[in-house]
């Protein structure tokens, strides 16, 4: 009996609740707070936990009755059939340079973009700003019938390069479609929020307009380029409708839809779709472990700041 | 040498916002300007499916998909027109105001002081930032009729009977649709208004808790008013979201069973792609387009605020 009330002091102790004002009241808050998070984190992490344990299944036993909610046999088989009976590695090697040059595009354009949004008055540029926001706002899917049949037939390149249907090409352009404006919107708030003392002293110091945005702004700014090429990159990964219309075949198709393949008509072949699904959820199971403040700040930055 | 140095610095500076901001704008404009105009431009032609040739047809479009010709629905429009909006508006009203309760709920537990904050902050976020396709096959394999996870939970624990046949129901279908797209996006809900209760002076609570406020009264007149624009944010960019939002529907139940949870996004892209007619997809894009700016415009209105 003594025991189990020293656990208890202790588990008190280390959950902070122990507190001499006003007790029971703050105790009971806070548990009921602990409990009720903790009981919202274990439902929305159940259906991870069940496609994972499901590519970790044996094949034969992902169709067992009464399902086991905790796998006997754990194997990787199904990981290493995706990439042999599958060309997942190109896939893999797709989303990887779809996501990395999109990124690369929005981050650097964004950022001298947004800085020069945030520091100078030229001409027209509320109304640019104004247009970019406004860019922002058009839905993506009201537009699939145009990018289809600009990237199946370039205006202007097209004696260059051919169609773009189901390169990467056509990917990264629409990517940055869906990227840019945001990019650029939240280096602007960002440098809105680095003081302006710090030009100034560049410019006395004798810097030129684009040394003292190199040497003094840039490395000030690092945070917010983190943000947005996290955010940037994760979008590109995980963007499965314009890939669905603009590609047909492995040399260009991204893993969301290489795991919507195995979907077919009437049957699904679930225990490679598990193993496919968590190749394809890794970067976002990882940033979110690893970067959650930079995702947090670059959302907040490009969503609620005016 | 140095004189021919310093005015071509001093020229680079001049150039230094055309440099900077011109080849963003000339991208935007490329990348959206010419496919709205040529969204626009497409909603008026009809092709041809066989011969592939393109004929004006000016608003005709626009009158097949939105009224009926001689069908006859409610007002005289088309009734899958009808059909789809309601599904539209059941399954963005249900899913945006559940996770819009839900998210805030979470986000006021997370305000409080303590420890361990960080830990849960990040535990939360990662279903918004799976891919969405497939979190939309997770959510299928979870409700999938004889060896889903939720027949199994609830037929092994001996609450049911029978297993559910959720897909083969035009309501359950849709209630699996709802559940996943809470799931998916109640971060994004959690993340805006926790951003949006950090700007709260914390004495204002204190004030208001000696002055006797009550939970309600405090909520109400003290975070509500500080909040305000973060709501208008993520019920925005959620509802817009969720109008255009095609990975959750497409891969769970490709608007089925029948025609029951088609909504606008899926059957905009099952006209232009599945059906090949990208004259009447340009239509419904167009009008997609208008709704989103419409629905923008009336928020702003009704929260009382300049959209930038």
């Known amino acids: 009996m003594s025991t189990k009330q020293s656990t208890l002091g202790q588990l008190i102790a280390a959950l902070g609740l122990d507190t001499e004002n006003e007790w029971s009241h703050v105790v009971r808050e806070r548990l009921v707070a602990y409990g009720l998070l903790g009981l919202y984190v274990f439902v929305i992490w159940f259906p991870i936990y069940f496609i994972f ?26 990981y290493v059939e995706i990439f042999q ?9 797709n989303s990887l340079i779809v996501a990395s040059t999109t990124t690369i595009i929005c981050v650097t354009l964004g ?5 020069s949004f945030s520091r100078y008055d030229f001409i027209g540029n509320k109304a640019l700003l104004l247009s970019i926001v406004g860019a922002r706002m058009i839905p993506p899917i009201a537009l699939i019938v145009p990018f289809f049949s600009i990237m199946s037939n370039p205006p202007l390149i097209g004696w260059l390069t051919g169609s773009l249907y189901d390169t990467r090409i056509a990917l990264i352009l629409t990517y940055t479609f869906f990227n840019l404006p945001f990019a650029v919107w939240i280096m602007k708030n960002y440098f809105d929020g680095v003081p302006e003392s710090l030009d100034e002293q560049a410019r006395i110091d004798g810097c030129s307009r684009w040394e003292g945005f190199v040497k003094i702004i840039l490395p000030m700014a690092k945070p917010g380029i983190a943000a947005t090429a996290i955010l940037a990159f994760i979008f590109s990964w ?24 195995f979907v077919a008509d009437d049957f699904v072949d679930w225990a490679h779709l598990a193993a496919g699904g968590m190749i394809a959820a890794l970067p976002g199971i990882l940033f979110g472990l690893f970067f959650q403040q930079y995702i947090v700040s670059g959302l907040t930055q490009g969503a609620v700041k005016e | 040498m140095s004189t021919e140095k310093q005015s071509l610095r001093r020229k680079l500076d001049r150039l230094f916002v055309p440099l900077t901001v011109g080849p963003t704008m000339l991208w935007i404009a490329g990348i959206i300007v010419y496919p709205t105009l040529k969204l626009l431009w497409s909603s008026v032609f009809w092709t041809n499916p066989i011969t592939s040739q393109k004929e004006f047809v000016g608003l005709r479009n626009f009158e097949r998909l939105i009224f009926a010709d001689g069908g006859g629905g409610v007002l005289g429009l088309a009734p899958d027109f009808v059909s789809i909006t309601w599904h539209t508006i059941v399954y963005v009203g249900l899913s945006v105001s559940i996770s819009f309760a839900l998210g805030l709920g979470i986000a006021l ?7 361990g904050r960080g830990w849960f902050r990040t535990a939360v976020i990662v279903p918004w930032i799976l891919p969405y396709v497939m979190s939309g096959l997770m959510w299928r394999w979870m409700f999938q009729s004889e060896y889903g996870a939720i027949n199994g939970l609830l037929t092994q624990s001996g609450l049911l009977s029978d297993k559910i046949a959720f897909f083969s129901d035009g309501t359950l ?37 000696v002055d006797g406020a009550g939970r309600v009264s405090r909520f109400v007149n003290v975070t509500y008013p500080f909040l305000k624009p973060s709501i208008l944010v993520a019920l925005t960019i959620r509802i817009i979201f969720d109008i255009r939002a095609l990975d959750l529907v497409w891969v769970m139940t490709q608007g089925g069973p029948g025609k029951s949870t088609e909504v606008w996004a899926s059957w905009l892209y099952r006209t232009a792609q599945v059906f090949n007619r990208p004259g009447e997809g340009a239509a419904l894009g167009v009008v997609l387009l208008a709704v989103t700016f419409l629905i923008v415009a009336v928020l702003y209105r009704v929260f009382g605020e300049s959209p930038y």
């Open chain 1, 53 to 78: 344990i499901t590519s970790i299944k044996p094949t034969s036993a992902v169709l067992d009755i009464p399902i086991s909610f905790f796998p006997t046999q754990p194997t990787v088989s199904n």
């Open chain 2, 109 to 115: 537990l997370l305000n409080k002081d303590l420890k």
């Open chain 2, 173 to 209: 279908s849709m209630m699996a649709l709802v559940i996943a797209d809470i799931w998916v996006f109640t971060p994004f809900i959690i993340i805006i208004l926790l951003a949006g209760l950090q700007n709260v002076p914390e004495q204002l609570y204190d004030a208001a808790e």
């Open chain 1, 238 to 261: 995980n963007e499965f409708v314009f890939a669905l219309v603009l590609t047909s075949s492995e040399q260009a198709q991204t893993l969301p839809i290489a795991v919507s393949l």
């Open chain 1, 85 to 93: 009976n599958r060309p997942f590695e190109l896939y893999t090697l």
């Open chain 1, 111 to 115: 950022t001298v973009t947004g800085y």
